[in-house]
C-alpha cells in the first residue's frame, strides 16, 4: 500500500503531487456525499503554469477518479496530453474564469449539494446562525444565476463578483464554490461550508427562531478560523495539514482502485 504523501507548498509540489492530491479530493467528495453524478468539478493549476489546469474526465463518477485520468486543458479549452476522455463545457466555463483571474488559487471546487442549491436559493443566503458558517462571515461572496453555465461571456462577470480575495462562493439557485491555496484547503473549506448550509437549513427547518451571532464574535470567530491555529501542526505551515493527513488515511483502506494510480 502506498505511504500517505505530505501536503507541501504549491510551488513545491509536482505535477503528480497536484495530479494524486486532486484526485483524493475528488473520491473524497464522493465519499462525503457531495457529488452530483459525474457533475461538477474540481480542478488544480499546473505546477509552473498559469494557463494550464487538471479537471476531471467527463463521465466518470468521482469515486472512480484516479491521478492519470485527469485531463489536462489550457484556458482556451485545448487538451494539453492525449486523453480518451473530453471535459464538461460548463465545468470549462466556471474553472477557466477562476483560474485565469486568481492566480492565488491552486484549486477551484464547485458542488451541487442539496444543502448547498438550498441556501444559494434563499433571498437571504448563507446566515451567521452556526460555528461553520462563521468562518465565512463577511467573506462570501454570490454570483446571479444566468442558467447553465455554456455563455463564455458570463466567466467576465463571475470573475467581477469573485474579487481578488474571496475563497467562498454561493451560485444562486446553482451550488457552492470555494478556491484553495492548496487543493486541501479547497476541499475542507467545502466540507465546512456545506455543513453550514446543511446546519442552517435544520435551523431553519425546526420552526424555531434563529439565534444568531453578534456581529463582534462573528469577526472574531473567522479570524480564529483564518489563523488555522487551531489544526495546525507543530512546525507546519499548513494549517489544513492535520485534518488532510486524516481524510487521506481514510482514503487508503482496501479498495479496487487508488487515487495514486
Not at 79 to 107: K, L, M, W
Not at 145 to 169: K, S
Not at 210 to 227: G, H, N
Amino acid at each position: 500500500m502506498s505511504t500517505v504523501s505530505t501536503p507541501t507548498a504549491p510551488e513545491g509540489q509536482s505535477e503528480q503531487q497536484v495530479r494524486q492530491d486532486l484526485a483524493a479530493a475528488y473520491r473524497l467528495i464522493a465519499h462525503f456525499g457531495l457529488d452530483d453524478s459525474i457533475y461538477t468539478h474540481i480542478s488544480a493549476r499546473v505546477p509552473g503554469t498559469q494557463d494550464q489546469f487538471l479537471i476531471n474526465p467527463y463521465g466518470l463518477l468521482f469515486r472512480d477518479i484516479t491521478a492519470s485520468s485527469l485531463v489536462k486543458i489550457d484556458l482556451e479549452g485545448r487538451i494539453i496530453e492525449p486523453s480518451p476522455y473530453d471535459v464538461n463545457p460548463a465545468g470549462f466555463t466556471i474553472h477557466s474564469a477562476v483560474h485565469s483571474a486568481r492566480h492565488d488559487a491552486q484549486c477551484v471546487l464547485h458542488t451541487h449539494t442539496v444543502a448547498g442549491v438550498a441556501v444559494s436559493s434563499l433571498q437571504d443566503g448563507l446566515q451567521p446562525c452556526n460555528q461553520w458558517a462563521l468562518q465565512f462571515y463577511n467573506r462570501v461572496v454570490y454570483h446571479e444565476f444566468e442558467g447553465i453555465a455554456l455563455d463564455l461571456d458570463e466567466r467576465e462577470r463571475l470573475i467581477a463578483d469573485l474579487g481578488p480575495t474571496a475563497r467562498a462562493m454561493i451560485l444562486r439557485n446553482h451550488g457552492l464554490m470555494t478556491l484553495g491555496r492548496t487543493v486541501s484547503e479547497a476541499l475542507i473549506l467545502m466540507l465546512n461550508l456545506d455543513r453550514a448550509c446543511r446546519v442552517q437549513l435544520a435551523i431553519q427547518g425546526s420552526g424555531q427562531p434563529v439565534r444568531l451571532v453578534s456581529p463582534e464574535v462573528c469577526e472574531r470567530t473567522a479570524r480564529q478560523y483564518e489563523s488555522g491555529d487551531s489544526n495546525r501542526l507543530p512546525g507546519q505551515a499548513d494549517p489544513n495539514q492535520r485534518e488532510w493527513l486524516g481524510l487521506l488515511k481514510h482514503l487508503e483502506r482496501p479498495a479496487p482502485s487508488s487515487f495514486r494510480d
